[in-house]
């Protein structure tokens, strides 16, 4: 849409010049012949000298590793239900379709064994998983135990910072992680939390609590942003009530430089189509790989400034990407292998996890930053403060609590039905069914657009429909 605004403006600013050749800019006409000039070399890279200039990082004789993330955000209803999400139903307000997804990726990453990906919510993992074959499962349990499919944060949904009740985070966490401790007994070792709207100490500490060694995030205050990216501290360690407990509740916190989506100039999604891929053969007229290189060069050098160590993350991927997991897979096979063997900066592009990111941070001897308070409000500029979402939709946020007081009351009338000797197998199989009926849809409310009130209005009424559902 931007785009087509921008060209529709400059075709109508073209059109007045024409008409009125007594009118001229300066200005825009040296705009206009840059854009011209960037065409001709997107045509020719070859041409001149552009591509070869690269500025130098500081101590760029010092190997550097880039960790490449192929990653989802996968939203438990935003646009649309958590239902049309993973069915990819209603295309029309959002191009999405999880189930599609998942298979994609397991598919493509069997092809090769260098490829990695990560994901994070549970809610969608385990209505795709209970579809799938005894055959699609051995070999996606392959996978994991290879460490090539990695879940990070495993929560039933991402939850939201502020709103939540803790005991409906820790819920939500439990859920995901139950799961995943039953069918693959994996615990998750890493946070994700790269959507929320600002980030608390209590959620630090509950991470802390479950036994992250580390979680990353991806929004925070521009103003807390810049002066970290000048003072190298994007990565710090966060050590919430402090007073009360010292150091015990420590966890290693990892900010993102440029939000979780991948680098400008390399987003090539078929949801996301602005950006050519990435082409190595030089018979063709598109071939762009020596500019798209120095382009990564430079952007990596930049952000080399602003982190310690020789070790960097950079996520490749957005909302609801890899449903088209060849086409994201063969970009990022052809950008590692080509810039490996092409760039003259000491940069090593890897397939990478959150997991194995942390690992090679533990083993460099670098002092971290200490962080101790919580971070809000957060604020992506000067004029927008993301605030109003502690009160919006008042009444879906009373009605949250009214399921968690519902979910302790069940709870408590489930365990003395359990202990009886007269209740009948399947008397616990209904109970069983009920308890995870209600912490399935109080887990999924607590996601950032849900108890936030940001989700469309239909998405709204679905939440609100589902629950209610449950505690019947």
């Known amino acids: ?22 009118w001229r800019d300066e200005k825009y006409e040296a705009f206009v012949e840059q854009k011209k000039a960037e065409a001709d070399f997107a045509r020719n890279p070859m041409a001149g000298s552009g591509a070869d200039e690269v500025p130098r990082r500081e101590n760029q004789d010092e190997q550097l590793y880039v960790h490449l993330v192929a990653h989802t955000h996968d939203d438990v209803g935003w646009l649309k239900t958590v239902d049309e999400y993973y069915s990819g139903s209603d295309e029309r307000d959002q191009q999405a379709e999880v189930n599609l997804i998942l298979s994609s990726v397991v598919d493509e990453l069997l ?54 009740h803790y005991e409906d985070m820790i819920n939500n966490m439990m859920k995901g992680h139950e799961f995943l401790k ?23 500490r509950l991470f802390a609590d479950m036994g992250f060694e580390a979680w990353m995030f991806a929004r925070l205050d521009h103003q807390d942003r810049d002066q970290r990216l000048e003072n190298k501290s994007m990565n710090f360690l966060w050590r919430p009530f402090s007073k009360h407990f010292g150091n015990q509740k420590q966890i290693f916190t990892g900010a993102m430089r440029d939000h979780y989506c991948w680098a400008s100039g390399f987003w090539y ?28 060069t430079k952007y990596i050098n930049d952000m080399a400034g602003n982190y310690r160590g020789n070790h960097m993350l950079v996520p490749f991927g957005c909302d609801f990407t890899f449903a088209n997991a060849k086409m994201n897979f063969n970009q990022m096979d052809t950008l590692i292998d080509y810039f490996n063997a ?65 979910l302790h009351a069940s709870s408590a009338l489930f365990s003395k039905k359990m202990i009886q000797e007269s209740t009948k197998d399947s008397e616990i199989e209904d109970i069983m069914g009920a308890k995870h009926a209600m912490l399935d849809w109080m887990g999924v409310f607590q996601h950032h657009d849900a108890i936030a009130g940001t989700a469309k209005q239909h998405v709204a009424d679905n939440y609100v429909v589902h629950l209610s559902t449950s505690m019947a």
């Open 269 to 296: 999604d078929e949801r996301f189509p602005q950006d050519d891929p990435f082409v190595v053969n030089k018979n063709l007229d598109t071939f762009n790989a020596k500019k798209k290189t120095a382009d990564f």
């Open 342 to 406: 092409h760039n003259e900066a000491n940069i090593t592009l890897l397939y990478s996890t959150p997991g194995e990111y942390i690992d090679t941070l533990n083993k460099q001897d670098i002092t971290w930053p200490v962080k101790y308070d919580d971070m809000f409000p957060y604020s992506d500029n000067p004029q927008d403060y993301w605030t109003g979402y502690f009160t919006s939709r008042q009444s879906a946020k009373k009605f949250v609590r009214d399921g968690q007081a519902n």
């Open 182 to 204: 039953g069918e693959f007994g994996v615990v998750p070792r890493i946070g994700w939390h790269v959507d929320p709207f600002g980030h608390s100490s209590t959620n630090a």
């Open 111 to 164: 092809k090769n064994p260098a490829r990695k990906f990560t994901y994070v919510e549970m809610k969608f993992f385990t209505m795709w998983y209970n579809e799938q074959s005894e055959e699609t499962k051995g070999k996606l349990k392959q996978l994991i135990k290879t460490g090539r499919f990695e879940f990070v944060n495993a929560g039933w949904s991402m939850h939201d910072e502020a709103c939540p």
């Open 1 to 22: 849409m931007v785009k087509k605004y921008v060209a529709l403006t400059c075709a109508a600013l073209l059109s007045a010049v024409s008409a009125n050749t007594y």
